[in-house]
T-cell receptor, first 112, second 112 residues
């Protein structure tokens, strides 16, 4: 069966520090992968998606970036965090039904 | 993706049937209607999807009238564990990179 992992689960970082969040998927090959952010507990915002290795589409211009170095690995990064980057970051992969996505456990990021 | 409108919050009691209605007046011919459930500090979970009439699975039922301009998610005999945010999404993103657009959702609170 397919599983999705994210780490770390929680992270507290100072403003201006770098960020690296990792997402890995098991049990599937060549998945479409997605990064979302959820602030204030509601309304997910799509940040990036990838249809294959090295292919990244950005949905929202900001100080975050994404990379897909391997088929089942998706990384979210920042060179300098802002206070507004705080939130719950979720990675997902697309299932077989039309609008189906499977989400990981998420990373709670607090920028101080 | 079509815009959706759903109530911000709903209250219910254990054992009752809960119906959450979503309006999507601008639904396109190829659009599917999809519902996700999200518990606190977890990623959303796909629960049901339909195109027209009625769809039922082990979790919920989805009722879609002939004009498809609205849909109703029905949760039979809710329990405290059904307390969550429920998102209605409309679109057909299978061949569009798989992007999902989440609105604010309906926060369902089930009381004993």
């Amino acid at each position: 069966s397919q599983t999705i992992h994210q780490w770390p689960a929680t992270l507290v970082q100072p403003v201006g520090s770098p960020l690296s969040l990792e997402c890995t998927v098991e049990g599937t090959s060549n998945p479409n992968l997605y990064w979302y952010r959820q602030a204030a507990g509601r309304g997910l915002q799509l940040l990036f998606y990838s249809v294959g290795i090295g292919q990244i589409s950005s949905e929202v211009p900001q100080n975050l970036s994404a990379s897909r170095p391997q088929d089942r690995q998706f990384i979210l990064s920042s060179k300098k965090l802002l206070l507004s980057d705080s939130g719950f970051y979720l990675c997902a992969w697309r299932g077989t039904q039309y609008n189906e996505q499977f989400f990981g456990p998420g990373t709670r990021l607090t920028v101080l | 993706l079509a815009k959706t409108t759903q109530p911000i919050s709903m209250d219910s009691y254990e054992g009752q049937e809960v119906n959450i209605t979503c309006s999507h007046n601008n639904i396109a011919t190829n659009d599917y209607i999809t519902w996700y459930q999200q518990f606190p500090s977890q990623g959303p979970r796909f629960i049901i999807q339909g195109y027209k009439t009625k769809v039922t699975n082990e979790v919920a039922s989805l009722f879609i009238p002939a004009d498809r301009k609205s849909s109703t998610l029905s949760l039979p005999r809710v329990s405290l564990s059904d307390t969550a945010v429920y998102y209605c999404l409309v679109g057909m993103i299978y061949n569009q990179g798989g992007k999902l657009i989440f609105g604010q959702g309906t926060e369902l609170s089930v009381k004993p």
